[in-house]
Nanobody, 126 residues
């Protein structure tokens, strides 16, 4: 079991940056592959990025590649999402998720994740 709490969301102008954090509980945090997803009003929850347990592998949605960076510090039980060059279409609730299911890499489907945070709102204004 792991509990996840996101923070760092807010209101930012087009072209700005935000860094989201996801703090996990439990001594087994480092064993989980972690992911970030987002959900805009009226839309399905979509994959943003994921990172392997060691941090050695990452994967991104095409829509954020080159602008967003996922990282983790296992000693702090924390995973980050650095978001640069933000666009209005990045506006959404962002969720942190963890998977212990050993799915094939990269786990890009929401159904591959079994633990979720409560979400944090990111709003990009033009």
């Amino acid at each position: 079991q792991v509990q996840l709490v996101e923070s760092g969301g807010g209101l930012v102008q087009v072209g700005g940056s935000l860094r989201l954090s996801c703090a996990g509980s439990g001594r087994t945090f480092s064993m989980y592959t972690m992911g970030w997803f987002r959900q805009a009003p009226g839309r399905e929850r979509e994959f943003v990025a994921c990172i392997s347990w060691s941090g050695g592998s990452t994967n991104y949605a095409d829509s954020v590649k080159g602008r967003f960076t996922i990282s983790r510090v296992n000693a702090k039980n924390t995973v980050y999402l650095q978001m640069n060059s933000l666009k209005p279409e990045d506006t959404a609730v962002y969720y942190c998720a963890a998977t212990s299911r050993g799915s094939a890499w990269p786990p890009r489907s929401r159904y591959e994740y079994n633990f979720w945070g409560q979400g944090t709102q990111v709003t990009v204004s033009s």
